[in-house]
């Protein structure tokens, strides 16, 4: 069985999807399984990486570009955004070596790299079948056009089970993290680094520094006034992640309404960033929402105490360790921190849960027997299994030709 893995994103963007292709190939490689490890730029490190030439979604020239095909409508073939863009140049060169090296599976969580290979392969230029790994929260009109397909989350599957969005191909399978990386302990000298003191409370949150969705402007109104309320606290917020439209902005603002107990870091090198889960003594997520955030794996395997809001995903993510709050109260949060920058007790309790419940559901062993199952379901699947799962879901009928390259219906 000859496997990729891809993503557009890996080798220029810092975000959780191109974290999982990274790790998804190297577990397998690892295992000794034949595996490619598919990026849009950077350097093939290792023998079984391969750079795959695209137009990077923060060129300059993609937004000279973008805009004016919105004009003529070419967002129904897929160039309506700079990610769009860019997906589809990376999958068009993608699918030459997906051909040329006669690969059996193609897994990944860019949606748009595993339609345009699922078309490929109806159209017979590759063998290859396409499974998406759901980390981007595509709506049910877009789910249903994917034949394969796992949620992280088992709620989300029931969730797509009541929309009457479902097919019989698809599964639950966790995302993983490599626990002998983000394991538990103490870090002194990040914390020299970041001039935080050894003895101060260090809350931490790895996430796009934006609003919209990851709240982070909300972050810092509840560590604002846990502060002000509580000036004597030696209390500190860390927060790492990749750069956004927004990110300057929110910076800023930490930095007005924080000072120096703010220690935003961007683009922090991914190799460094076990250091900072154990340079912390507890982690916080403020989405409403979410998939299955990389981030939050790392942070209980590190044995912090999760915070995050009252969602059925991310209290199954946490189990017992962490507390799930409603994070749409203003003041849950800053309650909730204090209640762990005060009592290191509970702090160790709940970091030992975060740890054994990481160790037991998402360990790489676990999660990697569960994914290689499910390519060889893939493999086993007859061409009209596609067909009769398309007809139960409620998608288009077979008489319906789609767009060639288009996510939207």
Same mark, same amino acid.
């Given at each position: /069985?000859? *496997?990729?893995?891809?993503?557009?994103?890996?080798?220029?963007?810092?975000?959780?999807? $191109?974290?999982?292709?990274?790790?998804?190939?190297?577990?397998?490689?690892?295992?000794?399984?034949?595996?490619?490890?598919?990026?849009?730029?950077?350097?093939?490190?290792?023998?079984?990486?391969?750079? *795959?030439?695209?137009?990077?979604? #923060?060129?300059?020239? %993609?937004?000279?570009?973008?805009?004016?095909?919105?004009?003529?409508?070419?967002?129904? %073939?897929?160039?309506?955004?700079?990610?769009?863009?860019?997906?589809?140049?990376?999958?068009?060169?993608?699918?030459? *070596?997906?051909?040329?090296?006669?690969?059996?599976?193609?897994?990944?969580?860019? &949606?748009?790299?595993?339609?345009?290979?699922?078309?490929?392969?109806?159209?017979?230029? %590759?063998?290859?079948?396409?499974?998406?790994?759901?980390?981007?929260? $595509?709506?049910?009109?877009?789910?249903?056009?994917?034949?394969?397909?796992?949620?992280?989350?088992? =709620?989300?599957?029931?969730?797509?089970?009541?929309? @009457?969005?479902?097919?019989?191909?698809?599964?639950?399978?966790?995302?993983?993290?490599?626990?002998?990386?983000?394991? &538990?302990?103490?870090?002194?000298? /990040?914390?020299?680094?970041?001039? !935080?003191?050894?003895?101060?409370?260090?809350?931490?949150?790895?996430?796009?520094?934006?609003?919209?969705?990851?709240?982070?402007?909300?972050?810092?109104? #509840?560590?604002?006034?846990? !502060?002000? =309320?509580?000036?004597?606290? &030696?209390?500190?917020?860390?927060?790492?992640? @990749?750069?956004?439209?927004?990110?300057?902005?929110?910076?800023?603002?930490?930095?007005? +309404?924080?000072?120096?107990?703010?220690?935003?870091?961007? @683009?922090?090198?991914?190799?460094? !960033?076990?250091?900072?889960?154990?340079?912390?003594?507890?982690?916080?997520?403020?989405?409403?929402?979410?998939?299955? &955030?990389?981030?939050?794996?790392?942070?209980?395997?590190?044995?912090?105490?999760?915070?995050?809001?009252?969602?059925?995903?991310?209290?199954?993510?946490?189990?017992?360790?962490?507390?799930? *709050?409603? /994070?749409?109260?203003?003041?849950?949060?800053?309650?909730?921190?204090?209640?762990?920058?005060?009592?290191?007790?509970? +702090?160790?309790?709940?970091?030992?849960?975060?740890?054994?419940?990481?160790?037991?559901?998402?360990?790489?062993?676990?999660? !990697?027997?569960?994914?290689?199952?499910?390519?060889?379901?893939?493999?086993?699947?007859?061409?009209?299994?596609?067909?009769?799962?398309?007809?139960? =879901?409620?998608?288009? =009928?077979?008489?319906?030709? $789609?767009?060639?390259?288009?996510?939207?219906?």
């Amino acid at each position: /069985m000859k *496997i990729a893995i891809a993503s557009s994103g890996l080798g220029h963007i810092t975000r959780g999807i $191109e974290s999982w292709a990274h790790d998804t190939a190297h577990a397998l490689h690892a295992r000794g399984h034949d595996v490619i490890l598919c990026k849009g730029a950077g350097a093939a490190d290792t023998d079984f990486e391969r750079v *795959i030439r695209c137009i990077h979604r #923060e060129s300059p020239r %993609v937004q000279r570009f973008v805009n004016p095909v919105l004009l003529h409508g070419l967002w129904r %073939v897929g160039l309506a955004t700079p990610y769009d863009l860019e997906a589809t140049t990376f999958t068009w060169n993608l699918l030459k *070596i997906l051909r040329r090296e006669k690969i059996d599976i193609l897994h990944a969580q860019d &949606p748009t790299i595993v339609l345009m290979t699922q078309r490929a392969r109806r159209a017979g230029f %590759v063998r290859t079948r396409a499974i998406l790994g759901h980390g981007t929260n $595509e709506p049910h009109k877009v789910l249903r056009k994917f034949e394969f397909l796992h949620h992280g989350c088992p =709620s989300h599957l029931q969730e797509a089970r009541d929309k @009457g969005c479902y097919r019989p191909t698809w599964r639950a399978i966790p995302n993983f993290i490599p626990t002998d990386t983000f394991r &538990p302990g103490r870090c002194d000298a /990040m914390r020299d680094e970041l001039n !935080i003191p050894p003895d101060a409370f260090v809350l931490f949150c790895a996430s796009a520094i934006k609003r919209k969705h990851k709240r982070v402007d909300y972050l810092i109104d #509840e560590f604002a006034q846990l !502060i002000s =309320s509580h000036s004597e606290l &030696p209390a500190y917020l860390v927060l790492a992640g @990749g750069e956004e439209a927004e990110t300057d902005e929110l910076v800023q603002l930490g930095r007005d +309404r924080l000072g120096d107990r703010f220690k935003p870091l961007i @683009g922090f090198p991914r190799h460094r !960033i076990p250091d900072l889960y154990r340079a912390a003594d507890a982690f916080v997520l403020c989405s409403l929402r979410e998939m299955m &955030p990389l981030a939050l794996l790392e942070a209980l395997a590190s044995g912090l105490p999760c915070l995050v809001h009252q969602y059925h995903a991310l209290e199954w993510m946490i189990g017992d360790g962490g507390r799930a *709050i409603d /994070m749409s109260a203003p003041g849950a949060l800053a309650g909730a921190v204090l209640h762990l920058a005060t009592n290191a007790q509970e +702090r160790q309790r709940l970091g030992h849960a975060a740890r054994t419940h990481c160790l037991d559901n998402f360990s790489p062993d676990n999660v !990697i027997n569960q994914i290689l199952d499910y390519y060889r379901f893939a493999l086993g699947v007859g061409a009209g299994a596609g067909v009769t799962a398309r007809k139960s =879901s409620g998608a288009h =009928s077979a008489r319906h030709r $789609e767009p060639v390259l288009s996510l939207r219906d």
